[in-house]
């Protein structure tokens, strides 16, 4: 077989024929990548672009990371996949180390293959330990699109385009949009949003857990310490599991390894994926306490769940986040970027959410009234942003909140280029 895609054109014309994509692109996408470093990519016309979704959440070390590359070049020449019955000793130490890692209160970890599964799979723990079969979820909470884990979706979107309906085991609670308080006590908050959730429990005595991401990847939704504290309390009296979502929250990404931190939250359950691997292949983990899995039975393994070269892989993802400095400079990074948005008193910005670098912008048309800025603005932001060499993606419950997840490794020079680009557009749309 020749090799005839030997220019952009014939490229792009091959990826439009047989490539089946999963959403309408916009303007300007996709994007085909030739080459990626650090916090920038390069396509194959040779232009360059920030890259502000980390190779959508994944990358957190930055592309092409030469620890990383070592370790998965190296796992190849030893050992590439085993049956799932068996083991590698690359995927003992990823194991070994996540759980070092975690909060106390998990003790065992089970591969996967992706951050969907890793969440379906602890559902069916909960389900098993619990002997319950209701699951709660967050309102605007974002789990996964395979069926089981779009049943504990919050987007309707996304629900319908499984074909309805869907299970009806699972259900929502509120969850904390300070900026958009629904009780309308944002300075004086007694976390009264949380005031009918006991109720709700007790109307749903089958609920076996809540799952939930700590902070909300879609639209960088922080919760208040006192929110988490109640939320926790009330689960506890109830004896309802909690399941801690890190797939895009952990590794590093809100400046702690894991997003529970913050809070001093205990999971029973806690996944990983995103990021697990370091950009190599595909894995995931769904760890839990002891007394939580005893009973598990997950009927087999899915077959590349643990895979030697992304766990090598994984496992050096780790060592360099920690030995070079960036989860701290997640930190430091996310507070030098909500201090250069709001710097812009752009009439647009609402709010300004990070917590390390797991961000947001939300815009807004008047900061008065908190009016959505509506989806053809949003459209041509994006454009604007993206014709400058910015890679963002657009999310938040309304669908106006600028996505902001760079790799950790991200300078403030850099995030000065994308305030300098955000800067013109914003002004540039508005005036038409």
């Known amino acids: 077989?020749?090799?005839?895609?030997?220019?952009?054109?014939?490229?792009?014309?091959?990826?439009?024929?047989?490539?089946?994509?999963?959403?309408?692109?916009?303007?300007?996408?996709?994007?085909?990548?030739?080459?990626?470093?650090?916090?920038?990519?390069?396509?194959?016309?040779?232009?360059?672009?920030?890259?502000?979704?980390?190779?959508?959440?994944?990358?957190n070390a930055g592309h092409c990371h030469p620890r990383i590359a070592e370790a998965a070049m190296k796992q190849m020449h030893e050992v590439l996949q085993v049956s799932g019955k068996h083991g590698t000793v690359a995927a003992v130490r990823l194991a070994k180390r996540l759980i070092e890692l975690a909060p106390p209160s998990i003790n065992k970890t089970f591969f996967t293959t992706g951050g969907s599964e890793a969440n379906e799979f602890a559902l069916k723990l909960a389900r098993q330990h619990k002997k319950k079969t209701d699951v709660a979820y967050l309102e605007n909470g974002y789990h996964g699109l395979s069926l089981g884990a779009l049943e504990v979706t919050a987007s309707e979107k996304y629900r319908e385009a499984a074909g309805k309906p869907l299970g009806k085991d699972n259900y929502a609670v509120p969850t904390a949009y300070c900026y958009r308080c629904k009780c309308g006590t944002p300075n004086t908050c007694k976390v009264e949003c949380l005031d009918g959730v006991e109720a709700m429990f007790d109307a749903r005595p089958n609920t076996a857990a809540l799952?939930?991401?700590?902070?909300?990847?879609?639209?960088?939704?922080?919760?208040?310490?006192?929110?988490?504290?109640?939320?926790?309390?009330?689960?506890?009296?109830?004896?309802?599991?909690?399941?801690?979502?890190?797939?895009?929250?952990?590794?590093?990404?809100?400046?702690?390894?894991?997003?529970?931190?913050?809070?001093?939250?205990?999971?029973?359950?806690?996944?990983?994926?995103?990021?697990?691997?370091?950009?190599?292949?595909?894995?995931?983990?769904?760890?839990?306490?002891?007394?939580?899995?005893?009973?598990?039975?997950?009927?087999?393994?899915?077959?590349?769940?643990?895979?030697?070269?992304?766990?090598?892989?994984?496992?050096?993802?780790?060592?360099?986040?920690?030995?070079?400095?960036?989860?701290?400079?997640?930190?430091?990074?996310?507070?030098?970027?909500?201090?250069?948005?709001?710097?812009?008193?752009?009439?647009?910005?609402?709010?300004?959410?990070?917590?390390?670098?797991?961000?947001?912008?939300?815009?807004?048309?008047?900061?008065?009234?908190?009016?959505?800025?509506?989806?053809?603005?949003?459209?041509?932001?994006?454009?604007?942003?993206h014709e400058m060499g910015m890679l963002i993606t657009v999310s938040g419950l309304h669908g106006n909140v600028l996505r902001l997840q760079p790799p950790l490794s991200i300078t403030s020079a850099q995030i000065d280029q994308f305030i300098s680009a955000l800067r013109k557009t914003l002004q540039s749309v508005r005036q038409g």
């Not at 994007?31 to 672009?49: L, P, Q």
């Not at 879609?218 to 009296?237: C, E, F, N, T, Y």
């Open 211 to 385: 799952i939930a991401e700590p902070i909300q990847a879609v639209g960088g939704l922080a919760p208040p310490q006192k929110w988490w504290d109640r939320m926790d309390q009330i689960r506890r009296k109830k004896g309802i599991m909690f399941i801690a979502d890190e797939v895009q929250t952990g590794l590093g990404r809100t400046g702690k390894m894991f997003a529970v931190e913050h809070y001093g939250l205990k999971p029973d359950v806690m996944t990983g994926g995103k990021g697990l691997s370091g950009g190599v292949g595909s894995l995931a983990a769904t760890m839990a306490s002891s007394e939580s899995c005893k009973d598990f039975f997950g009927g087999t393994t899915p077959t590349s769940g643990g895979n030697a070269v992304s766990a090598a892989a994984g496992l050096a993802l780790i060592d360099t986040i920690v030995s070079e400095g960036m989860i701290e400079n997640a930190a430091k990074m996310g507070r030098y970027f909500t201090e250069a948005a709001w710097d812009l008193k752009d009439p647009w910005i609402g709010d300004v959410r990070f917590t390390g670098l797991l961000g947001g912008i939300e815009l807004v048309k008047n900061t008065a009234t908190k009016e959505i800025l509506g989806k053809s603005e949003m459209a041509k932001v994006k454009d604007g942003l």
């Open 1 to 59: 077989m020749t090799d005839d895609l030997k220019d952009a054109d014939a490229i792009e014309a091959a990826d439009q024929k047989y490539m089946m994509r999963p959403w309408t692109h916009p303007k300007g996408e996709p994007v085909i990548i030739a080459k990626a470093r650090g916090c920038t990519v390069t396509d194959i016309r040779g232009k360059e672009y920030l890259d502000l979704t980390a190779g959508y959440f994944v990358n």
